[in-house]
Nanobody
Framework: QVQLVESGGGLVKTGGSLRLSCAPSRSGFTIRSLAWYRQPPGKQRELDAG?????SPDYTEAVKGRFTISKDYATVYLQMNNLNAEDTAVYYC????????????????????WGRGTQVTVSS
């Protein structure tokens, strides 16, 4: 069964940068639509950024100008710059995966799937 694999979290100082990645666990899949969420300690999951059907990404006001989504064939990245303490959270990707053969015969995609999350901690 295909899964989403996240990586790139860690500990960074205020003003620093991190790059997260999200990719299918198996070959043969591309990420058709994806959203990046964060879950700060003790709070609910919040949407930060995403794209639908391979289109240009959208960002919330809280991260616009600091976070950037980029993608290659099978991996989506979230570049996070100028981080501050409020960005401390577990970050999750949520994605629909396209398999060309499956889509040709069913007209649909796999998912949505959640990644397991990656911790981002910003210290002063």
């Amino acid at each position: 069964q295909v899964q989403l694999v996240e990586s790139g979290g860690g500990l960074v100082k205020t003003g620093g940068s991190l790059r997260l990645s999200c990719a299918p666990s198996r070959s043969g899949f591309t990420i058709r639509s994806l959203a990046w969420y964060r879950q700060p300690p003790g709070k609910q999951r919040e949407l930060d950024a995403g794209f639908r059907d391979y289109e240009s990404p959208d960002y919330t006001e809280a991260v616009k100008g600091r976070f950037t989504i980029s993608k290659d064939y099978a991996t989506v990245y979230l570049q996070m710059n100028n981080l501050n303490a409020e960005d401390t959270a577990v970050y999750y990707c949520n994605a629909d995966l396209e398999n060309e053969f499956y889509r040709r015969y069913t007209g649909t995609d796999y998912g949505p799937y959640w990644g397991r999350g990656t911790q981002v901690t910003v210290s002063s």
